[in-house]
Every structure is written in C-alpha cells, then in structure tokens.
C-alpha cells in the first residue's frame, strides 16, 4: 500500500504546481463543463433507472474512447519512471491505478456515479449502502477500461498493420456514435435498448436494484482488469517494429522534391501518420455509408470530402508533429519546405479522396457538379490551411524520436490540439461553401468555381505559411524546443481580465456551438425538410411553429454566448485596464 499511496501523492504534488495560468482556466471550464453532465446523469436516477444505465453507458464510451482520439489519456505518471526501481507490473499497475483516482475527471465522474445513491435510496436503506461500494467498484472499471484502451491501441501502433487497423476500428467506432440515430431508427429503438443492461457500466445499478451478484462480479472484473493492465504494461516498453527492407535513397535533384520525397516517406513510414490516415478514411466512408442500413443512399457520394475534412484536422498539427527538425529547413537556404509539404499532402490524401468520390458517386449516380465542386475546393483549402494553421498556432509536439511507450501522446497539450483539430475542421468546411453552394445553384459552373477557390487557397494560405515560416521560424523552433509559447498579445489581455471575465469567455467559447450548430442550424434544416423525431434535435420533437421558433432560440442562444465571449475580451482601451 506504501506504493500506491506515494504514487498518489506524487500525482497531488504535480498537479498542484502544474495547474496554473490559462491552463487553470481550461481545467476549471472542463471541470464547470463536467460537473453540469454529472449533475444531469445523476438526476437520471431519480427518473428512471432505464435512463440511468443509458447515461452511465455514455460515460463508459467516454472514458474508452476520449483517451484514444485526445492524445493518450492522462499521462501524469508514466510506468517509465519507475522502470529502474523493480518493481514487479502487478505492483505498479495497482500503484498507477490508485493515482488515476487523483484527478478531475475521476471526481466529476463518481459525481455522475452519484445517480446510483439516488437510485437505490428510492428502492431502501440497504439498496443505497450498495450503492456506496458499487460507485467506487464502477470508478474502477471506467479507469482501468480508459487504460486498457489505450494501451491495446498503443500496441497496435508498434506495427503498420496495427495500426492501421486500430485507426478503421476508431473510425468506425466514432463515425457511427455520430450517426448513432441511423441505427436506433433502423433496429426500432425507441427507449433504451435492453443491451444496456449487459453492458458493464450498468452493473453497479444491477447491485443497487437487488441484484447481489452484479457486485461480486465488478469486483471481480477489476481484478481481471487489473492484470490485463499489468501485462500490457510489461509490452509498453517495447520499440515500433521497423520495415527490415534496404531504405530507398531520396534522389531528388530540388529542395521542393527533397521535400516531397521525405515527406511522403513520412506519410508510409511515420505509424502515428498511418493512424491517422486510416482513421479519416474509416471515418468518412462510415459516416457516409451507415445511412444505407435505413436504405437512403444520398449521404455516400459525401464520403471524399468527409474523409478531407477529417484528415486534415488530424494533420492540423503538421510542424508540431516533427519536433525540432524545422532546423533543417531554416539551415537550407531557399527551401521551399511549404509548397513540398502542399504537395505530399495533394499527393497521399487527394489521391484517396478522388478514388473513394468517384466510386461512391458513381454507385449513386450522382450529384456529379456538387461532389466535384467540393472536391477542388476542399482539396486546395485544406493543403493550404493545415500548413498555415500549424506555423501560426503550433502546438509544441514531442520529437517522434523521443515519443514515449504511449505512441498516441504525441504533445503534452491534449487541450491545444483538440481545439487545433476543431479550428482546422471547421476552416476547411469553410472553403468549400462558395463552390458548395454555387453547384447547388448553377450546376457545372460551381466545379469551375470548386477549382478556382480550392487553387486560391493552395496558393494564398501556402503563401502565408510561408511567409510566416522565414519571418518566424526561430521563434517556432524554440517553441518547439521548450515546450514553452511565447506570450502574445491577446493572451496578455485574455490574462489581464477578471476572474469572473474568464469564466464567461470560457463557458461562451466552449458552449456556444452546440446550441448555435447541432440543436439550432442542423435542426432547422431537419424542420425545414420535414424530418421529425431526430433523436438529437429538441426542435424535431415539436410541432410547427413551435419546432421554428426552438430552433431559432437554439441559434440566437448561440450567438449571444459567442457574442458574450467576444464581449469581455475585447481590447481595451489602456484607460480602460489600468485599475483607478
């Protein structure tokens, strides 16, 4: 126990010195975020125990599967640094199992797992003690499933064919949570389908409705976790698998082909890349096919630039992803390392993206000038955004020399590339709304409009790149080298604002979307096509004009958290920031 429990307490002490700064106002917007949906799945279990066991199977989903598309999970203590103090994997995967405990994300979620209490005292004294043994139990099994998850799928990611199958599993896995209501209205689910129940994360509940045996059996499945864990932590030390094939030599004759050729080496060489490319292949052609188990078709020829949009957010990252080896370029004079890394990017993913549109359209029978419109325009917007975005908000990255047994920790940063990863979806969806919207009213001319755009944007934003890359590149290799940001601007004034300040801009920031985006414009467009009962959508639910009038909240509501947002953050005046 002297094991676990210093463990434990050198996680407080990390944490401790660690939060700070804007940092601190992540963790603690995450934290509002977080005790908002625990609070709601615990007043699940006063309304129904269906309702409940359907919540706590979302966050089981979430503790398996957030680690693996955010960078790795928590990694705090890393069984690395106990390597060189013998301690045996049984011993140090109970000892780092007992610091998981120490966290936000545990506390909020044994607040979520407070439903189970509410639950039982509505059954008996007796139900509700079990339910105090069945939350810790629970707890347990979400940890150790979050760590066995990510860990599988660092195995994977020691060989190519690994994790190539781990990237199709992934994106299989998550594009059909996002079509999730294609399969309820598929296999008739209204309520709560009764696999729920078999699901682990509804075992507690099981215990907590009289049903003794379900807490034996939690008991027992940490146990059983518990040393599946050990045994992949005894394979975590293990190096990637390499090809054992003779290197072809780079002949290139131009630093631009010096470029290309190194980086399209990359893309088949570089395991975290063949992740990546297979989970934004996976992704787009899932997320498009899944419709055809309700027999509509009209979501396929949508698969390419599903898979576009998707592969750039994951290569959003792009210069952070290679560490300090900028120095090359800027010990080359007139490289041209962009428009190298533009065209490996057309190259491997245009190539892909061209294939798997054509076929899909094909199958349908069209529409042929709006895939092709957004085709060339997606294409040319996001060669030339993921380079611009990576040199103007890189995320410093750990050199892919110097990546740890979890292959899927690539930065420290979880939260900075997950926004980066939203920032670049949502700029790229952006480039192909002129040609998007001149096909749908002009037919063919919007693919001269898709080419033109998308040629624009390769050019223009390559440029910048470029332009930012000679003019700052020192800077962006000591970012890279120290982990270290240097303070801009407009994060001297975000630091300037109030704590109250803070805390809007935050929750405005972070909120905004989802009213302004899923439950207000998706939804509108849903009651304008006369799609009801979207299991997503408040305002499918209602009848005309109620249905317009929710919808159209939903928007206004976004609107003014962003607009609130934008509000206190506002530059001042000096007059204005300088306390009287």
């Not at 599988?152 to 060989?159: F, P, Q, T």
């Not at 215990?207 to 034996?216: E, I, K, S, T, Y």
């Not at 792009?318 to 080359?332: E, K, N, S």
């Not at 405005?508 to 414009?521: E, V």
Request: net charge positive.
């Amino acid at each position: 126990m002297a094991v676990e429990m210093t463990m434990a307490q050198m996680k407080v002490a990390v944490m401790r010195h660690s939060y700070r700064g804007q940092r601190a106002q992540l963790a603690g917007t995450g934290a509002a975020i977080g005790v908002l949906l625990a609070a709601g799945t615990a007043f699940l279990g006063y309304l129904s125990p269906d309702y409940l066991a359907a919540g706590l199977a979302v966050w089981l989903l979430g503790w398996m599967l957030g680690p693996v598309f955010m960078g790795g999970g928590d990694e705090t203590l890393r069984p690395e640094y106990f390597s060189m103090l013998g301690i045996s994997p049984r011993r140090l995967a109970a000892g780092l199992l007992t610091a998981s405990f120490v966290g936000v994300a545990p506390l909020v979620t044994l607040g979520a797992l407070a439903g189970l209490i509410v639950a039982g005292a509505r059954l008996g004294v007796v139900n509700a003690l079990v339910a105090v043994p069945a939350m810790l139990l629970q707890l347990a099994v979400f940890v150790l499933l979050s760590k066995i998850a990510v860990a599988v799928v660092g195995v994977a990611l020691r060989s190519r064919v690994g994790a190539i199958v781990a990237g199709v599993i992934n994106g299989v896995v998550l594009s059909s949570l996002g079509q999730i209501w294609v399969f309820m209205v598929a296999f008739g689910v209204a309520g709560t389908p009764a696999a729920v129940w078999y699901l682990p994360s509804s075992w507690g509940l099981l215990a907590v409705r009289g049903q003794w045996w379900a807490l034996g059996a939690l008991a027992a499945l940490v146990l059983l976790l518990l040393g599946l864990w050990a045994a992949l932590l005894g394979r975590r030390a293990g190096r990637p698998r390499v090809s054992g094939r003779a290197q072809r030599p780079i002949t290139a004759s131009t630093a631009a082909g010096a470029v290309v050729a190194k980086e399209m080496r990359t893309w088949t060489r570089d395991l975290v890349r063949n992740h990546q490319l297979a989970f934004a292949l996976a992704y787009g052609f899932w997320f498009a096919a899944s419709p055809l188990v309700i027999g509509w078709n009209g979501m396929l020829p949508y698969a390419g630039p599903i898979f576009i949009v998707m592969a750039a957010g994951m290569a959003s990252n792009l210069y952070g992803t290679d560490g300090t080896a900028l120095w090359l370029t800027m010990m080359t004079p007139g490289a041209t390392d962009v428009r190298g890394r533009q065209l490996a990017w057309i190259t491997t993913q245009g190539t892909i993206a061209i294939a798997l549109s054509v076929v899909c359209t094909a199958i349908v029978g069209g529409p042929w000038p709006l895939i092709l419109a957004l085709l060339a325009a997606l294409l040319g917007g996001a060669a030339g955004l993921v380079p611009l975005v990576s040199v103007y908000a890189l995320v410093p990255a750990t050199d892919p020399h110097r990546r740890t047994g979890n292959p899927l920790r690539t930065s420290e940063d979880d939260g900075g590339l997950t926004g980066l990863a939203y920032l670049m979806l949502f700029l790229v969806l952006l480039t192909g709304v002129p040609a998007g919207l001149a096909a749908l009213w002009l037919g063919w001319a919007g693919v001269a409009v898709g080419v033109v755009t998308g040629a624009l944007c390769y050019w223009l934003f390559g440029r910048l790149a470029e332009r930012r890359l000679r003019t700052h590149g020192p800077e962006l290799l000591d970012t890279m080298r120290t982990g270290r940001k240097p303070a801009s601007s407009a994060m001297k004034g975000y630091d300037e604002l109030s704590k109250t300040q803070k805390n809007i801009a935050g929750l405005g920031f972070g909120l905004g979307a989802i009213p302004l985006f899923p439950q207000g414009i998706v939804a509108l467009i849903f009651v304008f096509n006369g799609k009801a009962d979207m299991s997503w959508f408040l305002a499918t639910y209602l009848p005309s004009p109620w249905s317009y009038a929710v919808a159209i909240g939903f928007i206004l509501l976004g609107l003014g958290l962003y607009g609130s947002a934008l509000w206190v953050v506002r530059k001042r005046p000096e007059a204005d920031r300088i306390p009287a």
